[in-house]
T-cell receptor, first 112, second 111 residues
Framework: KQEVTQIPAALSVPEGENLVLNCSFT??????LQWFRQDPGKGLTSLLL?????REQTSGRLNASLDKSSGRSTLYIAASQPGDSATYLC???????????FGGGTRLMVKP | DAGVTQSPTHLIKTRGQHVTLRCSPI?????VSWYQQVLGQGPQFIFQ???????GRGNFPDRFSARQFPNYSSELNVNALLLGDSALYLC??????????FGQGTRLTVV
């Protein structure tokens, strides 16, 4: 059974810092890994999807890496801003059907 | 293009009642999945439908059921509501093996 863990559960940083969010998974036989952002009480916004054949994916100030052999992914946020404050979730599909198993999320607060 | 739309946005029900939640996927997406998110936790997979067929079911009781219609929209039904069913219910659509896109969710409160 796939288990996904995110550390830390919460993080508070001053504006402008570069930061790294961690995601680990127990079964390395994944098709892809997806990172999401969730604002309080809202739905999930897809940030990045990394295919199993890729090592990293970039979108603006976000960079996600994937190391299948070690069961880890990191989300790097450069020059953090107060608007980045949200919960960040990673998820992996249980099979080709894209039925996702989520981590518990990292709640990020960026202070002005 | 419209994203994934869910209705209603909020709902309050009494224990023992039945509820129906609705989801319209992104145009062209034939796969719809449902998730339950309890406050402070990550979403938990409930069902996935593809081309009107159930492709997967999570660890939820039989009180939970779903279906997909010919236009690929979907309904999630929950019978005999319990207080513990209070949660944010999320719908996602995708092309299989591709990026999943989520709606804004339905906040269900059971009193």
């Amino acid at each position: 059974k796939q288990e996904v863990t995110q550390i830390p559960a919460a993080l508070s940083v001053p504006e402008g810092e570069n930061l790294v969010l961690n995601c680990s998974f127990t079964d390395s036989a994944i098709y892809n890994l997806q990172w999401f952002r969730q604002d309080p009480g809202k739905g999930l916004t897809s940030l990045l999807l990394i295919q199993s054949s890729q090592r990293e994916q970039t979108s603006g100030r976000l960079n996600a890496s994937l190391d299948k052999s070690s069961g880890r992914s990191t989300l790097y946020i450069a020059a953090s801003q107060p608007g980045d404050s949200a919960t960040y979730l990673c998820a992996v599909p249980r099979n080709a059907g894209n039925m996702l198993t989520f981590g518990g999320g990292t709640r990020l607060m960026v202070k002005p | 293009d419209a994203g994934v739309t869910q209705s209603p946005t909020h709902l309050i029900k009494t224990r023992g009642q039945h509820v129906t939640l609705r989801c319209s996927p992104i145009s062209g997406h034939k796969s719809v999945s449902w998730y339950q998110q309890v406050l402070g936790q990550g979403p938990q997979f409930i069902f996935q439908y593809y081309e009107k067929e159930e492709r997967g079911r999570g660890n939820f009781p039989d009180r939970f059921s779903a279906r997909q219609f010919p236009n690929y929209s979907s309904e999630l039904n929950v019978n005999a509501l319990l207080l513990g069913d209070s949660a944010l219910y999320l719908c996602a659509s995708s092309l299989l093996e591709r990026e999943a896109f989520f709606g804004q969710g339905t906040r269900l409160t059971v009193v």
